[in-house]
C-alpha cells in the first residue's frame, strides 16, 4: 500500500505535462506571483525552488537573470524539466529529485531566496514542524494564496 509520500509523487510522475500546462490556464495566478517575486528578488539571485514541479516558475526565473535549482519529489517532473531545458534553451544551476521534508540531504550550499510555491499543503500532520520551520524562517509575500519563502 502506498502513503501519502508515494501518491503524491507518483500523481506528479504521472501529470507533468498536466502541471506544466495548469498555469496557463491560470495566467493571473503565475503573473501576479512573478510580479511579487520581481518586487521581492535581489538581481542575480540564487534560488531554490522547492517543489517547483515541471519548472514553469524556475525557468522564467532563469530568464530574468536569476540562478536557480529546481528540487522536486516527481522524477517525472525533473525529467521534464531536463528536457524542456533543452527544448527553450534555457538551463537551470541543478535538478534535484528529492523529498522536501529531508531537504537538508539533497541540498547544500546558500540560496539568497527559497520558494516554496506548492509542497506546504503536502506537508501536514507528521511533517507539521518542517512547514512551521520553513514558514517562520521566510517572509510571506503579500498574498495569500502564494507562499514565496525569501531568506
Known amino acids: 500500500m502506498m502513503g501519502g509520500v508515494d501518491i503524491v509523487r507518483e500523481y506528479y510522475n504521472q501529470n507533468p505535462q498536466i502541471e506544466w500546462d495548469r498555469l496557463e490556464g491560470r495566467k493571473p495566478e503565475f503573473e501576479i506571483t512573478m510580479r511579487h517575486l520581481k518586487e521581492n528578488l535581489k538581481p542575480n539571485s540564487k534560488i531554490l525552488d522547492v517543489g517547483g514541479g515541471p519548472g514553469r516558475y524556475a525557468f522564467s526565473l532563469t530568464e530574468l537573470g536569476h540562478r536557480v535549482t529546481l528540487f522536486d519529489l516527481s522524477e517525472g517532473n525533473i525529467e521534464f524539466a531536463k528536457n524542456k531545458s533543452q527544448e527553450l534553451g534555457i538551463f537551470l544551476d541543478d535538478y534535484i529529485c ?54
Open 98 to 151: 528529492g523529498n522536501a521534508t529531508q531537504l537538508l540531504n539533497y541540498v547544500s550550499g546558500k540560496y539568497d531566496a527559497v520558494l516554496c510555491l506548492g509542497p506546504l499543503y503536502h506537508l501536514y500532520l507528521l511533517h507539521r514542524n518542517v512547514c512551521s520551520l520553513i514558514t517562520m524562517s521566510c517572509v510571506i509575500c503579500r498574498k495569500i494564496y502564494m507562499t514565496a519563502c525569501l531568506m
